[in-house]
């Protein structure tokens, strides 16, 4: 993973939102969306593996508002209709001619509101979908830690705030806890990815209120208003949402497709890009072909 700048800078919401792009600039855009904490570093393997795989895609991936170098959107609290409402002005600028969209964890719940508020998209991808409440998933415990943790640090000053936020033990802790991988070098990439790159938010109000977005919505919540096509790549050794939940959101959903990764926790993203890549390569091929068939 490299620290190569942006390749845009697109005007949204009183704000430049770095881009990275991968792929063609002329290719069918793919927007991916990150989860919480991460930036555009945490999809950019799976958007190189998309981009050689489909030499025709253009993969755009931001930074959300407020993390990596991304600035905080300015005078708005960063709930999670802020990032919905970014989400539709960044596909509106920087693929106005439509495309699909992905999101993982936090991301999915951006795209899903995204989706709800009348975002565009050929078809959507979800992975590690936030499908059940953040106290109901397999540890619900970590997750009330983790919730007293960010309420903690929400009444100290930026710079108390900011060292415990990004304390390198706490954040050793997280990556201990999603990885799944038993391969000594991946696992220690993963860590190293984390250590690098999950402590850059612009400024601690801003993490914080995105943090309570991220624990208090799911993406079933907005299923009824999501007609796209969709598929779903969970872990079957998920810590955030059970799998049971993620059959859940299959059904409420209009036209969906789940696929379990085995072995593989909340981070398919990095511990299994191959196989995602697969499955959202064949998603993508069959609904160019049902395409062509109703317009044939």
């Known amino acids: 993973m490299s620290d190569a700048p942006p390749d845009l800078l697109v005007d949204t919401l009183g704000m430049r939102t770095p881009v990275w792009r991968y792929g063609p600039p002329d290719g069918e855009p793919i927007v991916f ?39 905080a959107v300015p005078g708005r609290i ?25 999101g993982h964890s936090f991301g999915t719940l951006v795209v899903a509101n995204a989706l709800a508020q009348g975002l565009e998209a050929r078809s959507v991808t979800l992975v590690n979908p936030i499908s059940a409440p953040a106290l109901a998933g397999p540890k619900a415990a970590l997750t009330r830690l ?26 050793r802790v997280m990556s201990v806890v999603m990885a799944k991988t038993k391969d000594p070098a991946l696992r220690a990439w993963i860590h190293a990815q984390h250590d690098r790159y999950f402590s850059r938010f612009a400024d601690t109000r801003t993490l914080l209120q995105a943090f309570t977005a991220s624990v208090s919505h799911t993406v079933p919540e907005y299923a009824a208003r999501i007609a796209q ?15 049971t939940a993620q059959l859940g959101l299959q059904r409420q959903l209009a036209d969906a497709r789940l696929r379990v990764l085995p072995g593989v926790g909340h981070l398919v993203h990095y511990e299994a890009v191959d196989a995602a890549i697969d499955e959202l390569a064949r998603f993508l091929h069959d609904r160019d072909t049902a395409g062509a068939g109703e317009h044939g």
């Open 229 to 243: 096509s969709t598929l779903l790549i969970a872990g079957d050794r998920d810590d955030i949402t059970p799998l």
């Open 146 to 171: 983790a919730i007293f943790y960010y309420w903690a640090a929400d009444h100290l000053p930026e710079g108390p705030a900011r060292a415990l936020l990004s304390h390198p033990v706490i954040v």
């Open 78 to 102: 960063h709930d999670l209709d802020l990032f919905g409402a970014w989400l539709r002005a960044f596909v509106a600028a920087a693929a106005p001619g439509g495309g699909s969209i992905l």
């Open 33 to 71: 969306v990150h989860g919480f904490r991460g930036d555009h570093h945490g999809l950019e393997g799976m958007a190189r593996a998309l981009a050689a795989r489909e030499p025709a895609s253009c993969v755009l991936v931001p930074d959300l508002p407020g993390f990596g170098v991304a600035p």
